[in-house]
């Protein structure tokens, strides 16, 4: 594939956008499970239009799905299909125009792998801590694993679930609860229905026994699931919620999107969180760390970090995983920007620089390096090895973006962005132009170097003090090593703080060239010389050396 015009820039063809030949417009999957083979028998349907005239084939993903059949909505004219190692393709009964819809039932059933987890009770001094549990985790690509879908983030529809679960238990699932219904053999069915678009990595539920403790923000209903017995605990994990959803909105000026939120801890979740929409899945084992002093920020950062993905992942998603940092970069940006509205600059500055070390020291150590715009992307099953880079750096580089433009442009520009591409999909350029339009700056050399660039700058700083000519000079080298997508020559407009004679000023250097001097006049020798006091640049490393005396 062929790259844009600049030499880090984002590809005029994306390589990793995905080809559809039809636009999923409603999902509704029924599940039943049978716990002790830890299999599912289910019936879902997909309706679609076609995206050009002439479709009669349709390829969904599917992974381990043992089909029934697969017919037509209506009629219910049995489909020829095929079933592939991560697909099953239908062909249908004629071809149809881009006018049509069209309905595909499936019954099946499977023993996913993936997508859906049963989790054992756990029991500790003969007291049952949680029942057993079934629950789902969608991203990157684990909705094939229990219904065929377009299972890539570029495509959003509505989805429908019916889930059936034993009477004690509680289902949670996305949007609004529309009913239970009874069953013969004494389960319960629980309807959900998600009535705006996303994509089907955020679709989920979760099973098991559950005390709800509810919330509220303005309109917004809000829920929190712990283990029966825990509600007190409850009040210790999740009381910042509305504060936090209060928060963003009067940063983005956009009002959180959906009916309600839910926040529900399971057992064996493998990350800290999943920002399911409308019903965000939580790690048991880290909000647990807000039973302690030192653990109750890390509880704050996760909680803040998966609600803000209702902004920045779920209402805009990224087209593609190479785009994935617009996601999670943005959630990692805002934990700070919590931080900083309701604790200060001073916090906000000490979780900048704390991503910062983290991206910092991983990338002086990882063989799997990639920018912002991830070129690894393609290796899925890795998306998340060298997550300091989509999470950390993409954090810190929002950062420094909001210190270049300034605080009024910044927020504009992510209320453009947002209202430009809500319920749709969207790439680092889309950004760029939002920002640009609320700025008025050219930002290609910076979404060039620090979005589509690969490491960080080092710069070597060498102080010479002129007695003669009262004046300071500072050689400034550019010592990171040159590769295909790092930079040889990074733009810093770096401020160093230079402390002389009983006074302190502050000078801006422009730096443009792999080498290069900046004079300065000064009366007296410096005392001491701090790059980037300010923290605007926190993920350039800069060496300092000993002031020299010159001529």
């Excluded at 799905?65 to 099953?88: E, H, N, W």
């Amino acid at each position: 594939m062929l790259f844009a015009a600049s030499a880090f820039g984002q590809a005029v063809t994306d390589p990793f956008d995905r080809p559809r030949t039809y636009d999923a417009l409603h999902y509704v999957v029924k599940v039943r499970f049978d716990r002790s083979k830890r299999s599912i028998d289910a019936e879902s349907s997909i309706k679609l239009r076609p995206l050009a005239d002439g479709l009669r084939t349709l390829v969904f993903d599917s992974v381990g799905i043992r089909y029934r059949s697969v017919t037509l909505a209506g009629s219910g004219a049995p489909l020829a299909f095929k079933t592939g190692a991560s697909d099953v393709t239908v062909t249908l009964d004629r071809e149809y125009l881009s006018s049509e819809t069209i309905t595909i039932n499936f019954a099946y059933s499977a023993t996913p792998e993936k997508g859906i987890y049963f989790v054992n009770e756990l029991v500790e001094d003969g007291k049952q801590v949680r029942s057993d549990q079934i629950w789902t985790q969608g991203e990157p690509d684990e909705a094939r694993h229990w219904f065929p879908s377009f299972d890539f983030p570029s495509d959003k529809a509505t989805t429908e679930q019916y889930i059936t679960a034993e009477s004690d238990e509680t289902v949670i699932g996305n949007g609004e609860l529309i009913d239970k219904a009874q069953e013969p053999d004494g389960r319960v069915t629980w309807h959900y229905r998600m009535p705006l678009p996303h994509s089907v990595y955020l679709s989920s539920f979760v099973v098991g026994k559950y005390s709800k403790v509810a919330g509220r923000h303005k309109n917004i209903p809000l829920g929190y699931y712990v283990y029966p017995g825990m509600e007190e605990f409850a009040g210790r994990v999740f009381p910042e919620t509305a504060d936090m959803m209060r928060t963003f909105e009067d940063l983005t000026k956009v009002d959180f999107p959906y009916n309600k939120y839910d926040q529900t801890i399971v057992g064996a979740f493998k990350f800290g969180g999943m920002e399911n929409i409308t019903a965000t899945t939580l790690a048991d084992t880290e909000v647990m760390f807000a039973n302690f002093g030192f653990g109750r920020e890390i509880v704050t950062d996760l909680i803040s970090h998966e609600l803000a993905h209702s902004w920045f992942g779920d209402l805009v998603t990224c087209a593609n995983w190479a785009e994935l940092w617009l996601n999670e970069g943005f959630a990692t940006f805002m934990e700070a920007a919590y931080l900083e509205k309701k604790l200060g600059r001073t916090p906000y500055l000490r979780k900048i620089q704390q991503d910062a070390g983290s991206f910092l020291a991983d990338d002086a150590v990882t063989r799997r390096r990639h920018g912002l715009y991830n070129r690894r992307a393609k290796e899925v099953d890795k998306l998340f090895d060298n997550a300091s880079v989509t999470y950390n750096k993409g954090g810190v580089v929002l950062h420094m973006l909001r210190e270049e433009i300034g605080d009024e442009a910044f927020w504009s520009g992510v209320k453009i962005y947002l209202d430009r591409h809500k319920f749709d999909s969207v790439r680092s350029s889309d950004l760029r132009k939002a920002m640009e339009e609320a700025s008025g700056a050219d930002l290609g050399w910076f979404f060039d170097q620090w979005v589509y660039g690969v490491g960080h700058p080092v710069l070597s700083v060498q102080p010479v003090y002129s007695v003669s000519k009262r004046q300071m000079k500072f050689t400034v080298t550019q010592m990171q090593t040159a590769a295909r997508a790092t930079p040889a020559t990074y733009r810093l407009p770096l401020q160093v703080q230079i402390a002389a004679g009983g006074k302190t000023v502050n000078e801006r250097l422009l730096i443009t060239k792999r080498t290069e001097v900046f004079t300065i006049p000064m009366a007296v020798k410096p005392r001491a010389i701090t790059a980037d006091p300010d923290k605007k640049l926190p993920i350039v490393e800069v060496r300092i050396k000993p002031v020299l005396a010159g001529r």
